[in-house]
Nanobody
Framework: QVQLVESGGGLVQAGGSLRLSCAAS????????MGWFRQAPGNEREFVAA????????YYADSVKGRFTMSRDNAKNTVYLQMNSLKPEETAVYCC??????????????????????WGQGTQVTVSS
């Protein structure tokens, strides 16, 4: 079992930055691929970013490439999402997710919610215009 707790959300002006964290409990964190998703009211859940278990490979939604960076610190059982140049339409609840991974990389399969086994509760990000 893996429990995930997100933090770092809040209110930021358009063009600003936030850094989200997702702390994982349980053992063998370095065996898990991790992802970030977001969901705005009335919208479907949307993939944001994913990272392989070692951190060597990342995968991003086109809409966030060049502005968001996902990273991990396996010694701290934590993944991060650095978000820059935020836009009002990116207001959403941001959740992290985990999957016990067998391969060394992440790719398009990691954009699907069903790829993941565990989910956090989420943290609210509000971007004002």
């Amino acid at each position: 079992q893996v429990q995930l707790v997100e933090s770092g959300g809040g209110l930021v002006q358009a063009g600003g930055s936030l850094r989200l964290s997702c702390a994982a409990s349980g053992r063998f964190f370095s065996s898990y691929a991790m992802g970030w998703f977001r969901q705005a009211p009335g919208n479907e859940r949307e993939f944001v970013a994913a990272i392989s278990r070692s951190g060597a490979t990342t995968y991003y939604a086109d809409s966030v490439k060049g502005r968001f960076t996902m990273s991990r610190d396996n010694a701290k059982n934590t993944v991060y999402l650095q978000m820059n140049s935020l836009k009002p339409e990116e207001t959403a609840v941001y959740c992290c997710a985990a999957r016990l991974q067998t391969g060394p990389t992440v790719g398009p399969e990691a954009t699907l919610g069903r790829f993941y086994d565990y989910w956090g509760q989420g943290t609210q990000v509000t971007v004002s215009s």
